[in-house]
């Protein structure tokens, strides 16, 4: 049996992509799947590199997961810092260890590039198993309350 393989993704990868993160969105309770809004947001990471990286799993030429880093710097930290975005396994896929083969590519990447620390965000409510798993992989619970301010797209800005 053929080993999936993590890469880099490419924009030629988007539509698989935008499909793995609209199974996403379906799930979580802040956010609603748009599949434009979630083309646009990763063709702006493909397509800058500071940004960050898109990891695939890819199995064949079907891509099978992905895991979605940004970089940012962290004054609190006194350096670069790595915000894990998302990361998501295609139904079909689930359970078979690929998740923990994205998060371990991805926590590799970041020591080897000297980030100081890796963040995410799991829906608190509705998420209970994701955040078991990201806490077998090393990962604690936070006191920080994240909190959002929106801007829809017609608004102006001052």
């Known amino acids: 049996m053929t ?3 993590v890469e880099q993704a490419t924009l030629e990868d988007l539509p698989q992509l935008t499909n793995l993160l ?9 956010f609603r799947p748009d599949p434009s809004k979630q083309m646009r947001g990763l063709r702006l990471i493909l397509e ?34 790595v915000l894990l975005e998302d990361l998501v396994v295609d139904p079909a896929f689930r359970r078979q260890g690929y998740g923990t083969i994205l998060l371990e590519h991805a926590i590799q ?35 920080m309350i994240p ?12």
């Open 48 to 81: 800058n590199p500071a940004r960050g990286r898109i990891f695939v799993l890819r199995l064949h030429d079907r891509i099978i997961g992905m895991i979605n880093l940004l970089f940012t710097i962290s004054t609190a930290e006194g350096g670069f810092v």
């Open 109 to 143: 990447y970041a020591r080897e590039k000297d980030f100081l620390r890796i963040t995410l965000l799991t829906d608190r409510v509705t998420e209970r198993e994701s955040q078991e798993f990201f806490r077998r992989h090393g990962f604690v619970d936070s006191n």
């Open 22 to 30: 609209v199974e996403l969105f379906s799930h979580e309770t802040d």
């Open 147 to 158: 909190m959002r301010l929106t801007f829809s797209n017609g608004e102006k800005k001052a």
């Open 3 to 5: 080993q999936p393989s």
